[in-house]
């Protein structure tokens, strides 16, 4: 999402006669765009921001995103030669920004709330296969660990002819894939009963766009997966079987405390319907190891459970307490060493799980997405499977955006390398 955000600010700037340089030390403006989610994702930025204050040239240097968002004119005092501060619902008012940072006046802008429609057909895109299209912003779970709430607000729905539009838009331009993106994709349209437009009936009028090979979503929270999502997901030619769906804990009680509103037996039974459903489907997960109070036996119940799902890959994260998020009211009680060990083992199972995953393709033919060259000579090219998996196989820049069939020979690294089937 941020990084969406980031190539509508570019886009922003490049109107105004900004253009992109490769180093720090050229630039006139530099702008860092933020995220909360664990501390050391803001230490990693107030560190790099601090060297830049040895830089000869002084450019312009702002703040957006989350930290933005949370912080506010605090970040002034953190940061003495910062020039503004624009939160994640203040993209829109960037030029007016800089307008007023360029006169040397301290600038924050920060909305709790997002209202003001993005310019996104005008971004500067980084990549011309694939596109990230954002259709829900902001979140209503308030699960107790998390920031995201306070920092983006409420949920707000785009309106479905604006996204279908950027979509034909962006297939027109010469764009494969969309990655649909939201802090919660499956609340898509609740937020306005009137549009009559539910996440699935959305999908169905973005598969019918003509030239849009994949279209990819998340992140899909296991309380808002429907059944017609599950068709869905099942029945369109265009959508892929990948669905990322967070578990975060494997104990009922944690999952209690962390607010996620479902307990391990409702979310198998969604995983259940999902396989059966959609019969090749690989799930992702996220999970976070060492939330207060988390015993021994509750991680070997989270361990248990990515095991028995077989996810085909997670993004795994030890605890980091938040400021003003409800969990702070417990103590952060789990060792840093006890969250690193349940974390490593977590990391083991998990390649663990996904190397035999990818084992069990070898001789097996998938369908890739040429999305980029890939080795030193670039005789390869490199793409996804539907599922997500990376795969390599001889190829040349004219076959970059096509779909080819490939057969799998062999496994390295967790990519699959293969030959395209003539
Ligand atoms: N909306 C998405 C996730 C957004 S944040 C969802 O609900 O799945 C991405 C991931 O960061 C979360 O799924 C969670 O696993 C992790 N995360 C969020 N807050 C965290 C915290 N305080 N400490 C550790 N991990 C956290
Ligand atoms: Fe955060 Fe929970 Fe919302 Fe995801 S669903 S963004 S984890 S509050």
Same mark, same amino acid.
């Given at each position: 999402? @941020?990084?969406?955000?980031?190539?509508?600010?570019?886009?922003?700037?490049?109107?105004?006669?900004?253009?992109?340089?490769?180093?720090?030390?050229?630039?006139?403006?530099?702008?860092?765009?933020?995220?909360?989610?664990?501390?050391?994702?803001?230490?990693?930025?107030?560190?790099?921001?601090?060297?830049?204050?040895?830089?000869?040239?002084?450019?312009?240097?702002?703040?957006?995103?989350?930290?933005?968002?949370?912080?506010?004119?605090?970040?002034?005092?953190?940061?003495?030669?910062?020039?503004?501060?624009?939160?994640? @619902? @203040?993209?829109?008012?960037?030029?007016?920004?800089?307008?007023?940072?360029?006169?040397?006046?301290?600038?924050?802008?920060?909305?709790?709330?997002?209202?003001?429609?993005?310019?996104?057909?005008?971004?500067?895109?980084?990549?011309?296969?694939?596109?990230?299209?954002?259709?829900?912003?902001?979140?209503?779970?308030?699960?107790?660990?998390?920031?995201?709430?306070?920092?983006?607000?409420?949920?707000?729905?785009?309106?479905?002819?604006?996204?279908?539009?950027?979509?034909?838009?962006?297939?027109?331009?010469?764009?494969?894939?969309?990655?649909?993106?939201?802090?919660?994709?499956?609340?898509?349209?609740?937020?306005?009963?009137?549009?009559?437009?539910?996440?699935?009936?959305?999908?169905?009028?973005?598969?019918?766009?003509?030239?849009?090979?994949?279209?990819?979503?998340?992140?899909?929270?296991?309380?808002?997966?429907?059944?017609?999502?599950?068709?869905?997901?099942?029945?369109?030619?265009?959508?892929?079987?990948?669905?990322?769906?967070?578990?975060?804990?494997?104990?009922?009680?944690?999952?209690?405390?962390?607010?996620?509103?479902?307990?391990?037996?409702?979310?198998?039974?969604?995983?259940?319907?999902?396989?059966?459903?959609?019969?090749?489907?690989?799930?992702?997960?996220?999970?976070?190891?060492?939330?207060?109070?988390?015993?021994?036996?509750?991680?070997?119940?989270?361990?248990?459970?990515?095991?028995?799902?077989?996810?085909? @890959?997670?993004?795994?994260?030890?605890?980091?307490?938040?400021?003003?998020?409800?969990?702070?009211?417990?103590?952060?009680?789990?060792?840093?060493?006890?969250?690193?060990?349940?974390?490593?083992?977590?990391?083991?199972?998990?390649?663990?799980?996904?190397?035999?995953?990818?084992?069990?393709?070898?001789?097996?033919?998938?369908?890739?997405?040429?999305?980029?060259?890939?080795?030193?000579?670039?005789?390869?090219?490199?793409?996804?499977?539907?599922?997500?998996?990376?795969?390599?196989?001889?190829?040349?820049?004219?076959?970059?955006?096509?779909?080819?069939?490939?057969?799998?020979?062999?496994?390295?690294?967790?990519?699959?390398?293969?030959?395209?089937?003539?």
């Amino acid at each position: 999402m @941020n990084e969406l955000d980031s190539e509508v600010m570019a886009g922003i700037l490049e109107r105004r006669g900004f253009s992109e340089v490769t180093s720090e030390e050229e630039a006139d403006i530099l702008i860092f765009n933020t995220c909360s989610v664990r501390d050391l994702a803001e230490r990693k930025v107030l560190g790099k921001i601090g060297r830049l204050g040895k830089l000869e040239k002084r450019p312009l240097i702002g703040i957006a995103g989350c930290m933005a968002s949370s912080k506010k004119e605090a970040l002034f005092q953190k940061v003495p030669y910062l020039d503004f501060v624009v939160g994640t @619902n @203040n993209i829109h008012e960037l030029d007016a920004i800089l307008d007023e940072a360029l006169q040397k006046r301290p600038v924050t802008r920060v909305s709790p709330q997002f209202t003001e429609e993005l310019d996104y057909k005008r971004a500067k895109r980084k990549d011309s296969i694939k596109a990230s299209v954002s259709i829900i912003r902001g979140c209503n779970k308030f699960c107790t660990y998390c920031v995201v709430p306070y920092t983006r607000g409420r949920e707000v729905s785009r309106l479905p002819e604006s996204i279908v539009d950027e979509c034909k838009t962006l297939a027109d331009r010469g764009y494969k894939e969309v990655m649909l993106l939201g802090q919660n994709v499956n609340s898509y349209g609740k937020d306005r009963p009137e549009w009559g437009c539910s996440f699935a009936a959305l999908l169905g009028r973005l598969n019918d766009i003509s030239g849009l090979e994949r279209i990819r979503f998340m992140t899909s929270h296991p309380v808002d997966i429907s059944d017609e999502l599950m068709v869905a997901i099942g029945a369109l030619r265009h959508v892929a079987e990948y669905v990322h769906f967070p578990l975060q804990a494997g104990s009922n009680r944690i999952l209690r405390k962390m607010n996620r509103g479902y307990t391990v037996e409702e979310y198998l039974q969604k995983v259940q319907k999902l396989r059966a459903l959609v019969p090749d489907v690989a799930l992702g997960t996220d999970i976070i190891v060492g939330f207060p109070g988390e015993t021994e036996d509750e991680f070997r119940q989270t361990y248990d459970m990515v095991e028995q799902i077989g996810y085909s @890959n997670s993004y795994l994260f030890a605890y980091s307490p938040r400021k003003g998020t409800p969990s702070t009211r417990w103590a952060d009680d789990v060792p840093k060493e006890a969250k690193e060990e349940r974390l490593q083992k977590l990391i083991d199972l998990q390649n663990r799980i996904t190397t035999s995953h990818l084992e069990s393709l070898i001789g097996k033919e998938v369908e890739v997405l040429a999305e980029e060259e890939s080795g030193k000579d670039a005789t390869c090219l490199k793409g996804r499977t539907r599922t997500w998996y990376n795969v390599v196989f001889p190829g040349s820049s004219d076959q970059l955006g096509t779909l080819q069939r490939v057969v799998v020979q062999k496994v390295i690294n967790q990519t699959l390398f293969g030959t395209i089937i003539t």
